[in-house]
């Protein structure tokens, strides 16, 4: 009987995960250019890479493609070569995230489940009640981070804050409108229906700040015709929370899980 290697040596021989970046470059087979000295930094000191190793890189436009890296220079400079694509870019449902910023953690929390969970668009919104200010820099980093990880082929758009009742009064006569209301509605699985396969339009969902919408807020929502307000449940969930039970529930019904 043949012992089995020692770990060490299973840990050598096992092949190494490309590094996954998202790049605003155009990506294109010959194409050049260097990464950003953080993914420099990345790829060199954290991840060990070196001249000649592969990387995944994506844009959000022109799907995924395989690099090299052609040089790494003082751990803040690298340069890479594309090769070729690896995967077509695919559509995502067309579905913004309206939240009202909370404390960075649940914040950094909210932004990296939205884009594992396929949201389009992240729109934080002041409410009566928001108290947390939102740099909109880290939204983007996290959200960034998160499609990196998760293998998507595009990174959210990240809106900067604007207020509910602006909001709504430009609210396109298009998009349907998901509203996680605390004090009331529909079951969420029942509002929606059985599964529905295909695209199902431009959709939103909306949840609102610690301690929940204002009355006057959660009124006006429910007042647009394009809003189907539901129930979340009977307990009373974290925004972070509540965030993962919609966006799981629209995308099993409605979104690219069938």
Request: aromatic share 6%; proline share 10%; net charge positive.
């Given at each position: 009987?043949?012992?089995?290697?020692?770990?060490?040596?299973?840990?050598?021989?096992?092949?190494r995960a490309a590094p996954r970046l998202f790049v605003e470059a155009p990506l294109d087979p010959g194409a050049r250019f260097a990464l950003t000295p953080d993914q420099a930094h990345y790829v060199a000191t954290v991840m060990r890479r070196r001249a000649g190793d592969a990387l995944c890189l994506f844009n959000g436009r022109d799907g995924e493609w395989r690099g090299r890296l052609v040089s790494v220079a003082r751990g803040r400079e690298a340069e890479v070569a594309i090769?070729?694509?690896?995967?077509?870019?695919?559509?995502?449902?067309?579905?913004?995230?309206?939240?009202?910023?909370?404390?960075?953690?649940?914040?950094?929390?909210?932004?990296?489940?939205?884009?594992?969970?396929?949201?389009?668009?992240?729109?934080?919104?002041?409410?009566?009640?928001?108290?947390?200010?939102?740099?909109?820099?880290?939204?983007?980093?996290?959200?960034?981070?998160?499609?990196?990880?998760?293998?998507?082929?595009?990174?959210?758009?990240?809106?900067?804050?604007?207020?509910?009742?602006?909001?709504?009064?430009?609210?396109?006569?298009?998009?349907?409108?998901?509203?996680?209301?605390?004090?009331?509605?529909?079951?969420?699985?029942?509002?929606?229906?059985?599964?529905?396969?295909?695209?199902?339009?431009?959709?939103?969902?909306?949840?609102?700040?610690?301690?929940?919408?204002?009355?006057?807020?959660?009124?006006?929502?429910?007042?647009?015709?394009?809003?189907?307000?539901?129930?979340?449940?009977?307990?009373?969930?974290?925004?972070?929370?509540?965030?993962?039970?919609?966006?799981?529930?629209?995308?099993?019904?409605?979104?690219?899980?069938?």
């Amino acid at each position: 009987m043949v012992s089995p290697p020692p770990a060490r040596q299973r840990d050598r021989d096992r092949p190494r995960a490309a590094p996954r970046l998202f790049v605003e470059a155009p990506l294109d087979p010959g194409a050049r250019f260097a990464l950003t000295p953080d993914q420099a930094h990345y790829v060199a000191t954290v991840m060990r890479r070196r001249a000649g190793d592969a990387l995944c890189l994506f844009n959000g436009r022109d799907g995924e493609w395989r690099g090299r890296l052609v040089s790494v220079a003082r751990g803040r400079e690298a340069e890479v070569a594309i090769e070729a694509r690896t995967r077509p870019q695919a559509d995502a449902p067309d579905l913004w995230l309206l939240f009202a910023p909370v404390k960075r953690a649940p914040v950094d929390h909210i932004a990296r489940l939205a884009t594992e969970l396929g949201v389009a668009a992240l729109r934080p919104i002041v409410t009566r009640r928001t108290v947390a200010r939102l740099n909109l820099d880290r939204l983007r980093a996290n959200a960034i981070e998160a499609a990196e990880q998760c293998g998507r082929l595009q990174v959210p758009d990240c809106a900067a804050p604007e207020p509910l009742d602006r909001l709504l009064a430009a609210w396109p006569g298009e998009r349907r409108l998901l509203f996680c209301d605390e004090t009331g509605g529909a079951p969420a699985a029942e509002a929606l229906g059985s599964p529905r396969p295909g695209n199902p339009g431009p959709w939103a969902i909306a949840v609102g700040p610690e301690g929940g919408f204002a009355p006057v807020e959660a009124e006006a929502i429910r007042a647009l015709p394009q809003s189907l307000a539901v129930s979340l449940g009977p307990r009373i969930l974290r925004a972070e929370t509540a965030v993962a039970a919609a966006l799981a529930l629209w995308q099993a019904l409605l979104g690219d899980w069938g």
